[in-house]
């Protein structure tokens, strides 16, 4: 059965940093693709960031292009989103996910975390 576990999130200040961790089990982590979704209360998930199975290319959200960085340790089984110069915007409960990428681009989820919640203070 495959599991993600996120951690990390938290309050901070507006232009303060966060680092997510996701920790995934179930299945071999480094043929799969991983990224990373979030959601306010009411709204829809949306797409933050993905990474394919190597670390190789990345996909980002044109709102935290620049800011945020999605990247993988294949040995540990573990996924990050580094997030910097957060704004109160950011505010969002945060999901892993793994999955495929196909050969458009487009990154298919199969499996999702619970989600950590990170909170932007102005």
């Known amino acids: 059965q495959v599991q993600l576990v996120e951690s990390g999130g938290g309050l901070v200040q507006a232009g303060g940093s966060l680092r997510l961790s996701c920790a995934a089990s179930?299945?071999?982590?480094?043929?799969?693709?991983m990224g990373w979704f979030r959601q306010a209360p009411g709204e829809e998930r949306k797409f933050v960031t993905s990474i394919d199975s190597s670390g190789g290319s990345t996909n980002y959200a044109d709102s935290v292009k620049g800011r945020f960085t999605i990247s993988r340790f294949n040995a540990q089984n573990m996924a990050y989103l580094q997030m910097n110069s957060l704004k109160p915007e950011d505010t969002d409960l945060y999901y892993c996910?793994?999955?495929?990428?196909?050969?458009?681009?487009?990154?298919?989820?199969?499996?999702w975390g619970r989600g950590t919640q990170v909170t932007v203070s102005s």
């Open positions: 996910t793994t999955g495929t990428i196909a050969s458009n681009g487009y990154y298919n989820v199969d499996y």
């Open positions: 179930g299945r071999p982590f480094s043929r799969y693709a």
